[in-house]
């Protein structure tokens, strides 16, 4: 194959496996990150599901691999101002002024979160103890704000009673969501269990639509839930509200008995579902990808090149594609790799 070049767009673990996936086949690649670390929100996972393995680990391997080779660059602190495309080639102007021709491109620039004050029927932002799931994260990273201590924003105090309310942002056609985020149910569950683990005498709560824990040993990590103590309440909260000495009164219906049920907890994490990248509108405007009516962008065809874009030369893996646990990005990141060999043989042979 004669010398070509791949630029990926984010630095995730869907880049950065796309970029080692490249180099073992020879082929050079420019990761493109926004932000000044690579490795994306793994970063601040200190335990990822369904095994529990360290999320820094991961990506600080998947950084060694990289800058060992001398196939990979990284550009941090940029973005994609301008792109043009002239024959099969696309001439991509960065936001530091540096222009870079590349014979493709990946498109792996991640998620963002669901913004939880768009529901206010839980108060996130106006009751200091109830957080999101990306802040709970950080309450259980021995590396994060709290040293790994579980305390109330409120009062500094270790909560005991935590609720976790799933599918915040997600399957809810009022604001626009209506589908569901995929691994919320397993990336709640895996913080129940860290939780009972951190300290075996607190109560957890858990308040779901459905329990949707579709991977290998994603289920078995739900059961365990169940075995150390975490309790699950099927039924949809309508409400949230604040105590006097910063309590949280959480008010639902349990579906399964058809009555309201409420309690009072330390402690109430929203678990946010997931929306697209900031950038997908932009990147889908400069290289001319179609989203589909989730916003996420869409494949060629979904089940044959779901690495394929309507537009030669433009390849996509990862979240962008929609929603997937950890595991399923890495896997895309090498098999996108696959995919932009295969092309670049093609034009070779052309």
């Known amino acids: 194959m004669s010398h070509k070049r791949v630029v990926i767009v984010g630095g995730g673990v869907t880049g950065l496996r796309s970029a080692i996936a490249l180099d073992d086949f020879g082929i050079e690649s420019t990761i493109i990150e926004k932000k000044s670390e690579v490795g994306g929100r793994v970063v601040g996972y200190s335990k990822i599901f369904p095994d529990f393995r360290d999320g820094r680990k991961i990506v600080d391997d998947l950084a060694g691999a990289v800058s060992s080779s001398s196939r990979i660059g990284i550009i941090k602190e940029t973005t994609i101002d301008h792109v043009q495309k002239k024959d099969v080639n696309y001439t991509i102007t960065l936001s530091n002024g540096s222009v870079i021709v590349a014979?493709?491109?990946?498109?792996?620039?991640?998620?963002?979160?669901?913004?939880?004050?768009?529901?206010?029927?839980?108060?996130?932002?106006v009751y200091p103890n109830i957080i999101t799931s990306v802040e709970l994260e950080d309450f259980l990273n021995p590396h994060g704000s709290t040293k790994g201590k579980l305390l109330r924003p409120f009062d500094g105090n270790p909560a005991k009673r935590i609720a976790i309310?799933?599918?915040?942002?997600?399957?809810?056609?009022?604001?626009?969501?209506?589908?569901?985020?995929?691994?919320?149910?397993?990336?709640?569950?895996?913080q129940a269990i860290e939780i009972k683990e951190l300290d075996e005498e607190s109560s957890v709560t858990c308040f779901y639509m459905d329990i949707r824990t579709y991977g290998r040993g994603f289920e078995e990590m739900?059961?365990?839930?169940?075995?150390?103590?975490?309790?699950?309440?099927?039924?949809?909260?309508?409400?949230?509200?604040?105590?006097l000495n910063g309590d949280i009164q959480v008010r639902a219906e349990n579906t399964l008995l058809g009555r309201p049920v409420q309690g009072i907890f330390d402690l109430v994490s929203l678990s946010v579902g997931m929306m697209p990248c900031a950038d997908a509108g932009k990147m889908s405007e400069l290289f001319g990808i179609r989203r589909g009516s989730d916003g996420f962008f869409i494949a060629e065809d979904e089940d044959f090149n779901p690495h394929s874009t309507d537009t030669q030369g433009v390849f996509i893996a990862g979240s962008v594609t929609?929603?997937?646990p950890i595991r399923d990005c890495l896997l895309d990141g090498a098999s996108v790799a696959g995919k932009v060999a295969s092309y670049l043989k093609k034009l070779d042979n052309k």
């Open 103 to 125: 014979d493709a491109v990946v498109l792996t620039c991640g998620f963002e979160t669901f913004d939880a004050t768009r529901q206010g029927e839980y108060g996130y932002g």
């Open 165 to 190: 309310i799933f599918c915040v942002g997600s399957r809810n056609k009022r604001i626009g969501n209506p589908y569901c985020s995929r691994i919320c149910c397993s990336y709640s569950t895996k």
């Open 222 to 243: 739900y059961q365990y839930a169940q075995d150390i103590g975490v309790k699950y309440i099927r039924g949809r909260v309508s409400e949230c509200s604040t105590l």
């Open 322 to 324: 929609g929603l997937k």
